[in-house]
């Protein structure tokens, strides 16, 4: 893996996005990953309930992880309630929680009432989609870990498919960060009421321009080139920051200057209970 730590974030996410294929192939061959890969399409077409999956730790280590939901893997008894929900009741455990990765992870598996009766675990198709979720998710976090606002960045052009609403930025903390930066909303705001939440992001964003690369690409920068401004992370290296500031003194005051009196952009878009 390419490390990214101690570079302007700029700078960062152009390394990472033109080496993400050569990146994705090292952590695919890696002997960690590869042995977990090796040993999810061997054992997963013979997983037909919840229990069997559950029996088999690395076998359920590898699903938690493809979902980024490795910090849970120790709740086994409360991701066994949530696969064994019945989602079409309202107070399902399933339903219940407000992280959306659980209910993505419901859905993907594909697990009947009581967790009985999977059809997916032997299609290759599936089998696929599942080890390239778990590759794109280490990819991620490594990522991450180097750069955090690098690794944002990624999120969000991972996520940016599933944006229907404000409500599905606003569910998720990370992409409420994105958001906020990159719009130059204050972190204050997710302090109050959600339906004012939402007004606010929706006068600020056209969500069904969200499907062009080229606006999705335009806010990837502006936010990395604010959140580089506003931590102070080589300002004055940063060619795009320049161009938003003007090469004025204070970068990160000048950034929050212009996007909070800008007008609505036409180029936009953890509790666990209730």
């Known amino acids: 893996m390419i490390p990214t730590s101690g570079l302007p974030s700029i700078t960062g996410l152009k ?8 990146q994705l192939d090292l952590i695919r061959n890696s002997a ?15 997983v037909e309930t919840v229990d069997q999956l559950l029996e088999d730790q690395e076998l359920y280590a590898f699903v938690m992880r493809a979902f980024d939901l490795e910090d849970q893997i120790f709740g086994k008894a409360m991701i066994e309630k949530v696969l064994k929900s019945n989602i079409e009741e309202n107070d399902a455990l399933v339903n219940r929680l407000t992280d959306p990765r659980f209910r993505e992870m419901y859905n993907e598996l594909g697990f009947g009432t009581d967790g009985e009766g999977n059809l997916n675990t032997i299609l290759n198709t599936w089998q696929n989609r599942m080890v390239d979720r778990y590759v794109e ?21 991972n996520k940016v498919g599933d944006i229907n609403s404000v409500f599905d930025i606003l569910k998720d903390n990370q992409m409420t960060r994105f958001f906020q930066t990159a719009l130059g909303l204050p972190s204050q705001m997710s302090g109050i009421d959600i339906d004012k939440q939402a007004e606010l992001l929706e006068s600020k964003i056209d969500l069904d321009t ?42 990160a005051a000048s950034i929050i200057e212009i996007t909070m009196n800008i007008d609505p952009v036409s180029y936009s878009a953890s509790r666990f209970y209730f």
């Open 15 to 22: 390394l990472v996005e033109q080496t993400r294929d050569t």
């Open 137 to 157: 998710r280490q990819f991620i976090n490594f990522t991450e870990e180097q750069n955090e606002t690098v690794g944002i960045a990624l999120e969000f052009r």
């Open 210 to 251: 969200l499907s062009d690369p080229e606006v999705v690409d335009k806010l990837v920068r502006k936010y990395v080139a604010i959140s580089d401004a506003l931590s102070g992370t080589s300002t004055q290296s940063n060619g795009a920051l320049q161009m938003l500031t003007g090469n004025s003194g204070n970068a």
């Open 32 to 46: 960690q990953h590869k042995r977990a890969i090796e040993h999810f399409k061997a054992n997963i077409k013979d």
